[in-house]
């Protein structure tokens, strides 16, 4: 029989920050703009993902705030990107914010953390 995990929302949150950070830098990577900070913010984020899965000995937080340095990095150099890309870096960012935040207890909401 297979198990699932209960998917809770501070899960949700990570998976939607974490996602949208990939295809940022995908979307990055094939545009003009820093290429080197686009190929960082996809290993970081398919480390983040990978970290769901396996024990990583780096770890979750570390690589949440390396992220987070990279999508303002990416907002402040953005260079001759187009408005979805800005769009995307953005949600990224609040996104990952929110989950280290929440996953941290700096902030402890009933039912999320």
């Not at 690589?63 to 870096?89: D, E, K, P």
């Amino acid at each position: 029989m297979i198990v699932f995990p209960a998917i809770s929302i501070l899960t949700l949150i990570f998976l939607i920050g974490v996602v949208v950070a990939l295809i940022d830098g995908i979307v990055r990577a094939r545009g003009r703009g820093s290429a080197v900070l686009a190929a960082i913010e996809i290993v970081v984020a398919a480390l983040l993902l990978l970290s769901l899965f396996v024990d990583l000995p780096v770890g979750t937080i570390v690589l949440a705030v390396v992220l987070l340095i990279v999508l303002v990095l990416q907002l402040v150099l953005r260079g001759s990107a187009r408005r979805g890309g800005v769009s995307l870096t953005i949600i990224a960012l609040v996104a990952t914010a929110i989950w280290l935040v929440l996953a941290l207890e700096w902030i402890r909401i009933p039912g999320v953390n």
